[in-house]
Nanobody
Framework: VQLQASGGGLVQTGGSLRLSCVAS????????MGWFRQAPGKQREFVAG???????KYHNSVKGRFTISKDSAKNTIYLHMNSLQIEDAAVYYC????????????????WGQGTQVTVSS
C-alpha cells in the first residue's frame, strides 16, 4: 500500500485547509485510514481516523474543528481543517491500519510522506 498525502500549506489562524491522502496498491486488508501530525520537538500524535464502515475518531484537541471523510471510489481520505490555530502547525502524515488490528489501536502499518501545515498569526 502506498499513501500519497497532499494539501498542506500556509494559512492564517482561523483559516481552513483540506488535506488529501490517496491510497494505491493492494488495499484489500486495510480497515482504518487516518491522520497523524508531528510538530518540531514533539512526538507524533493521532489526529483523526476513519474506518471502512465510516466510523470516525478524533483527538480531543481537534473535535469540532476537523472532519475526516473518505471517498472510497477514489481511494482517498480527506482532513477538513477549520479554525486552525498556531498549535495545529505540524507535518501531517497519512497512515493505514490492517483489518486484523483493533480499529484505531496504536500501530499503523503503512505511512505516507508528510505534508507541512503552517499556521501564522
Amino acid at each position: 500500500v502506498q499513501l500519497q498525502a497532499s494539501g498542506g500549506g500556509l494559512v492564517q489562524t482561523g483559516g481552513s485547509l483540506r488535506l488529501s491522502c490517496v491510497a494505491s496498491g493492494s488495499r484489500l486488508h486495510i480497515n482504518v485510514m487516518g491522520w497523524f501530525r508531528q510538530a518540531p520537538g514533539k512526538q507524533r500524535e493521532f489526529v483523526a481516523g476513519i474506518t471502512n464502515a465510516g466510523t470516525t475518531k478524533y483527538h480531543n484537541s481537534v473535535k469540532g474543528r476537523f472532519t475526516i471523510s473518505k471517498d472510497s471510489a477514489k481511494n482517498t481520505i480527506y482532513l477538513h481543517m477549520n479554525s486552525l490555530q498556531i498549535e495545529d502547525a505540524a507535518v501531517y502524515y497519512c497512515a493505514a491500519q490492517l483489518d486484523w488490528r483493533v480499529p484505531f489501536s496504536v500501530i499503523y502499518d503503512y505511512w505516507g510522506q508528510g505534508t507541512q501545515v503552517t499556521v501564522s498569526s
